[in-house]
C-alpha cells in the first residue's frame, strides 16, 4: 500500500494515518488469530490441515478487513469513514488486549524460561 501513498500525491498526514490503520488491523487479526489458538480445546489430536484450515479462515478475514478499509474509507481520502475505522480498530485493540505470542504454561509465558527453570 505504502507505493500508492506516494504515486498518487497522498504523502501527507492523512495517508500515513490511513496507512498506520492497515498495520493496526494486521495487529487486531494477529491478536485473534493467538486468542483462538490459545483457547482451542485439545488442539493436538486435530490434524494438520484442520489447524491450517482455521489459519486460513482468520487469514482470510483480515483479508477482508484490509479491503473493506480501503473501499470504506476511498484510501483514507473520506475523513469521517476514516475517524470511523480508526475508532472500530483502537476499540478491538483494547478488548483484545496485549497478547504473548506464546500460552502461559505454568504461569511462565517465555518458553525458554520455562524449560530453564525446570
Known sequence: MSYRILSSGLASRVGL???????DLAEVYTRKARKFF???????????DDLNGMA??????HSV????YDTDTRNGELE???IEWE?????DLVS???QSPFPQIGGCSVP??????N
Do not use: N, T, W, Y
Not at 478487513?65 to 473493506?68: G, K
Not at 475508532?87 to 476499540?91: F, I, L, N, S
Open 17 to 23: 494515518r490511513h496507512e498506520q490503520i492497515h498495520f
Open 38 to 48: 490459545r483457547e482451542l480445546r485439545d488442539p493436538c489430536p486435530r490434524s494438520d
Open 56 to 61: 486460513e479462515r482468520i487469514f482470510r478475514e
Open 65 to 68: 478487513a484490509q479491503r473493506r
Open 80 to 82: 469521517l469513514k476514516q
Open 87 to 91: 475508532r472500530m480498530v483502537a476499540r
Open 96 to 98: 483484545l488486549g496485549g
Open 112 to 117: 525458554e524460561m520455562c524449560r530453564a527453570s
